[in-house]
């Protein structure tokens, strides 16, 4: 039997597109700054990341305006939605699993 990690996207798995997953998960859409600011990364390392997540599928980038200002607003796509809970699902079964002993082999 294969050990769970090898289930783990990998598009998902770098640190800053984790926390970019867990962020639009919990909201329907989140404006770029405000995501920037919450998880503490630079605007070209954000877009970086949401590229990775947009080019994947995951991500769905609309840009707008408030006013005369730009704005870029995100959000999960469903594809994006079921590949996270699928990630979280295999977390719990890493984190959660019972380790074997060698009576259990």
């Not at 405000?34 to 990341?49: A, C, G, P």
């Not at 796509?77 to 002993?101: C, H, K, M």
């Amino acid at each position: 039997m294969s050990h769970p990690r090898h289930a783990l996207d990998e598009i998902i798995h770098a640190p800053v597109r984790l926390s970019i997953m867990a962020m639009l998960a919990a909201a329907e859409t989140a404006e770029f700054g405000f995501l920037r600011d919450t998880i503490e990364v630079s605007d070209s390392l954000l877009s970086k990341h949401i590229q990775t997540l947009e080019k994947a599928g995951y991500v769905r980038v609309t840009k707008g305006f408030v006013g005369k200002r730009p704005r870029t607003w995100l959000a999960l796509t469903d594809e994006g939605r079921d590949a996270f809970q699928n990630y979280t699902s295999v977390l719990r079964q890493i984190t959660e699993a019972t380790p074997r002993t060698e009576h259990d082999k």
